[in-house]
């Protein structure tokens, strides 16, 4: 059975979906974007680096799913290494969390109007995140 590079899973996994897009980023590494915000990007099939907030970079480094990012360790950046096809999956599932935090926040700027994000084939309708009124 062939396991997909790094760089193809990550692209099956976020080019589906019609607003995410791909260039290059500044340091040479391949990025994903939704909007203007980041999703992360790749160091070739062997790394990848990812945007959260402190406490959920905070909380993916205690359950070892990622480390403090390699250049900026005092941010709320994440870095994952690949060693295997393991690993692969698990920076595939960091880059849908980057997505899902980045699509409501999208929603969010976009005035609360729900987004209809496109999902292959289907259409899946994503209402914005409820605020508790506390």
């Given at each position: 059975m062939h396991t997909?590079?790094?760089t193809q899973a990550v692209r099956r996994e976020l080019l589906v979906?019609?607003?995410?897009?791909?260039?290059?980023?500044?340091?040479?590494?391949?990025?994903?974007?939704?909007?203007?915000?980041?999703l992360g990007h790749l160091h070739g099939d062997h790394m990848a680096d990812?945007?959260?907030?402190?406490?959920?970079?905070?909380?993916?480094i205690a359950a070892g799913r990622a480390r403090p990012h390699?250049?900026?360790p005092d941010s709320g950046w994440v870095t994952r290494s690949v060693h295997g096809p393991e690993d692969v999956e698990a920076v595939v599932e960091l880059f849908r969390l980057s997505y899902e935090r980045a699509r409501r926040a999208?929603?969010?700027?976009?005035?609360?109007a729900s987004?209809?994000?496109?999902?292959?084939?289907t259409y899946a309708r994503v209402e914005p995140e409820r605020r508790s009124s506390r």
């Open positions: 997909p590079s790094l979906r019609s607003e995410v897009t791909e260039s290059t980023h500044r340091f040479g590494a391949i990025e994903f974007r939704l909007g203007g915000r980041e990812l945007p959260f907030t402190r406490t959920i970079r905070d909380e993916l390699h250049a900026l999208l929603a969010r700027s976009r005035g609360g987004m209809t994000a496109r999902h292959g084939s």
